[in-house]
């Protein structure tokens, strides 16, 4: 399995940008998907999550300013970013809950990663 992140760039502050992560390999079912971010010195936190049956979760931070969706379809998920902050400067991470088979686990999966730089 491997997920591929893209969409990152630099952008000002007050501006968007959107991100994607498609899914690709022997997937059975994604049972969510979600956004995390790192930023310099910081730890790594949960932006936003989706799961399979469409429930949504932000962080505090991005509430009313990041939409997260998926692409069933494609096993895509995208992150709608708006009204950007120079606090919103991280590297962006998408994270699967992939089940391979109908009979293993779920496992958690990460895609590698794409910087996104506000600026001032």
């Known amino acids: 399995v491997q997920l591929q992140a893209y969409g990152g760039g630099l952008v000002q502050a007050g501006g968007y940008l959107r991100l994607s992560c498609a899914s690709s390999?022997?997937?059975?079912?994604?049972?969510?998907m979600g956004w995390y971010r790192q930023a310099p010195g910081k730890q790594r936190e949960l932006v936003a999550a989706?799961?399979?049956?469409?429930?949504?979760n932000y962080a505090d931070s991005v509430k009313g300013r990041f939409t997260i969706s998926t692409d069933n379809a494609k096993n895509t998920v995208y992150l709608q970013m708006s009204s950007l902050k120079p606090e919103d400067t991280a590297v962006y991470y998408c994270n699967a809950a992939i089940k391979t088979r109908s009979y293993t686990y779920t496992s958690d999966y990460w895609g590698q990663g794409t910087l996104v730089t506000v600026s001032s």
């Open positions: 989706i799961t399979s049956g469409g429930s949504t």
């Open positions: 390999g022997n997937i059975f079912r994604i049972n969510a």
